[in-house]
């Protein structure tokens, strides 16, 4: 019974170097997203993907990309690290259109530390 | 664009006080409405939702109405406990977009 599995839990980087956060489910959904959780501004939509091949920007895009080859996996790419970007990241997936009212299923999170 | 906006914390309680946490939003449709649960060092957990105006979501002793003519879908607890310490979290979603609040701190003392 994994759910959302994000890799690494902790992650140190100096400014410049780039890094990929990993997130894999297992339930078969087809809706994946990545949103970065902030002090005092709640969690904020990076990217998202309504199935395999098929992604879109949200909030706050800028610094990030995204594929998505498999339902499974929906890895987050900061390309050049920047301070700015020091933030817990959650990686969150649901069965349907959050519109249908079904909830997201959040990862424990990736805490990234930019110097 | 759609808002979500919840009280500031962090709420302190004492164990078995009355728990109130509010949420209000501003949306262009007609979203649906959650509140999920952080504990420390996880990710959110959905605590309860709501699809449509005057649905009461319930879970854990928790409640929350979506009431459509105040814009607003406030968490109550009759008798909050330690456990229930977490960070709180209100939602709408609309399409493929979900809003957050920016959260809502609680700490219940013995």
Request: charged share 15%.
């Amino acid at each position: 019974n994994a759910g959302v599995t994000q890799t690494p839990k902790f992650q140190v980087l100096k400014t410049g170097q780039s890094m990929t956060l990993q997130c894999a489910q297992d339930m078969n959904h087809e809706y994946m997203s990545w949103y970065r959780q902030d002090p005092g501004m709640g969690l904020r939509l990076i990217h998202y993907s309504v199935g395999a091949g098929i992604t879109d920007q949200g909030e706050v895009p800028n610094g990030y990309n995204v594929s998505r080859s498999t339902t499974e996996d929906f890895p987050l790419r900061l390309l050049s690290a920047a301070p700015s970007q020091t933030s817990v990241y959650f990686c969150a997936s649901n069965s349907r259109a959050v519109s249908s009212g079904q909830p997201q299923h959040f990862g424990d999170g990736t805490r990234l530390s930019i110097l | 664009g759609n808002s979500v906006t919840q009280m500031e914390g962090p709420v302190t309680l004492s164990e078995e006080a009355f728990l109130t946490i509010n949420c209000t939003y501003t949306a262009t449709g007609y979203p649906s409405l959650f509140w999920y649960v952080q504990y420390p060092g996880e990710g959110l957990q959905l605590l309860l939702k709501a699809t449509k105006a005057d649905d009461k979501g319930s879970n854990k002793g928790f409640e929350a109405t979506y009431r459509k003519e105040t814009t607003s879908f406030h968490l109550e607890k009759g008798s909050v406990q330690v456990s229930d310490s977490a960070v709180y979290f209100c939602a709408l979603t609309l399409w493929q977009k979900v809003t957050f609040g920016t959260g809502t701190k609680l700490q219940v003392i013995p």
